[in-house]
């Protein structure tokens, strides 16, 4: 869909599009609504195909800056930060292919994809490291007293959102934003924190994403459902 508005506001204005005025409307009509992975896809495409450099170079800025701002990182000119840290990156398109695939992946986000993209390698190792022993760990069971204390501390909304995962199953970020009455995607991924924040470490995820949507762990739907209400 935005690559299409996209295409057509360039046919219209060809090299016009690169002043102020049409920049901001592609600002707040396409790059301040992009979200999902498979919209950055989209216009990363397009964008490789365009012939003129200079328009590409400026749309091209602009997602990336979006891109990272959905990572929790700031980005600008080629230039990375979090914090007081900063790094000089060079991104091409098949690198930045390969950012946005973290876009929907909420554990890694913020400090750990920064330290990825790290020049010094021992960074990069050490946050592969936390990576890969975090997911080794998190694969104990759950008891029932436990998942009744996790509940017990979620707010209404939160409660909600499990009520309606435990009724589908999975559902579509898209309906879940429609059915809670929800500002954007990322009130979501606060539901989705709320719970994690509230589980201990050591577990097996009660939701998690697949993909563009949000499933929840179906080994203890039951034990959710028996204590959700309470």
Do not use: C
């Amino acid at each position: 869909m935005y690559k299409e508005t996209l295409s057509t506001l360039l046919s219209f204005v060809g090299k016009d599009i690169l002043k102020e005025k049409n920049i901001n409307k592609l600002e707040e009509s396409i790059f301040s609504k992009l979200n999902k992975k498979e919209e950055f896809i989209e216009i990363v495409d397009y964008l490789e195909g365009l012939e003129d450099f200079s328009i590409k170079n400026q749309l091209y800025e602009m997602l990336k800056i979006k891109a990272f701002d959905l990572l929790k990182i700031v980005y600008s000119e080629d230039l990375i930060k979090y914090g007081d840290m900063k790094y000089e990156i060079s991104i091409d398109f098949e690198d930045f292919r390969s950012i946005i695939e973290f876009i929907d992946v909420d554990e890694i986000k913020g400090e750990k994809i920064f330290n990825i993209l790290s020049p010094k390698i021992s960074v990069r190792l050490s946050t592969l490291n936390e990576i890969v022993n975090g997911e080794s760990s998190s694969n104990r069971i759950w008891y029932e007293n436990e998942i009744k204390g996790v509940l017990n501390r979620l707010k209404p909304l939160t409660k909600k959102f499990l009520k309606m995962l435990i009724e589908k199953g999975k559902m579509d970020s898209d309906e879940i934003v429609k059915e809670l009455d929800l500002k954007n995607y990322r009130s979501i991924s606060a539901l989705v924190s709320a719970i994690s924040r509230n589980s201990p470490k050591d577990k097996e995820k009660l939701v998690f994403k697949d993909g563009n949507s949000i499933k929840i762990n179906q080994k203890y739907i039951d034990l959710i459902s028996k204590h959700v209400n309470n």
